[in-house]
């Protein structure tokens, strides 16, 4: 079974540009969640995508969104990009069901490193 | 609110040294998860180990081993005599059940460990 793909792998922007990754779960998956990892913060949740709906969602500026497609494909857009944005941007696919009593593995991409210039 | 401390930024070890990494962490949910992943200069996070609220039993797998204590909310993790591919950032995570019925990672900052020869 392939794995989480991530596309592309680097990627350098200027400030004021928008960028786009994508990221393809593993076949079966539904949800799709997005991290970024900084050095100064750490991996931080930004959010998560299930049937193309928005499930959940982390404390970032309305500059960062998402989509997820019928083939539960997921995109993450970031508009107006600044020099803080530069960071590894992790997706992680897992099934999504909703049980509060059991836990659906999260498998995660090899991540897109984004380098704002 | 849902904490992860790893107080250790980084360590440095000789080949063949145990080392200890360590990961506090404050939840008020009574189910949860905890984890620790690997992520080696490749940048993905390789998962290394899953455990529930309910499960305080000490894991021994090769040379990696978990000490689970709900009593001092620790999640620590032990690797025996290291070798140099140990080498590589650790995470401690935490699960956090949402209000849509599924979880989200509350990672810490990491470790870094780093291996001589």
């Known amino acids: 079974k392939a794995g989480v793909t991530q596309t592309p792998r680097y990627l350098i922007k200027t400030r004021g540009q928008q960028v786009t990754l994508s990221c393809s779960p593993i076949?079966?998956?539904?949800?799709v969640s997005w991290y970024q990892q900084t050095p100064g913060q750490g991996l931080q949740f930004l959010f998560e995508?299930?049937?193309?709906?928005?499930?959940n969602k982390g404390n970032f500026p309305g500059r960062f969104s998402g989509r997820q497609f019928s083939n539960s494909r997921s995109e993450m857009n970031v508009s107006t990009l600044e020099l803080g944005d530069s960071a590894l941007y992790l997706c992680?696919?897992?099934?999504?069901?909703?049980?509060?009593?059991?836990?659906?593995?999260?498998?995660f991409g090899p991540g897109t490193r984004l380098t704002v210039l | 609110a849902q904490k992860v401390t790893q107080a250790q930024t980084e360590i440095s070890v000789v080949e063949k040294e145990d080392v200890t990494l360590d990961c506090v962490y404050e939840t008020r949910d009574t189910t949860y998860y905890l984890f620790w992943y690997k992520q080696p200069p490749s940048g993905e996070l390789v998962f290394l180990i899953r455990?529930?609220?309910?499960?305080?039993q000490n894991e021994i797998s090769g040379r990696y081993s978990w000490n689970f204590q709900k009593s001092t909310s620790s999640f620590n993790f032990t690797i025996t005599a290291s070798q140099v591919v140990d080498s590589a950032v650790y995470f401690c995570?935490?699960?956090?059940?949402?209000?849509?019925?599924?979880?989200?990672?509350?990672f810490g900052t990491g470790t870094r460990l780093k291996v001589l020869a």
């Open positions: 995508y299930f049937s193309e709906t928005q499930r």
């Open positions: 076949s079966g998956h539904r949800s």
């Open positions: 455990r529930n609220s309910f499960d305080e």
């Open positions: 995570a935490l699960s956090e059940y949402t209000t849509s019925g599924t979880y989200k990672y509350i």
């Open positions: 992680a696919s897992s099934l999504g069901l909703a049980n509060p009593s059991s836990y659906n593995e999260q498998f």
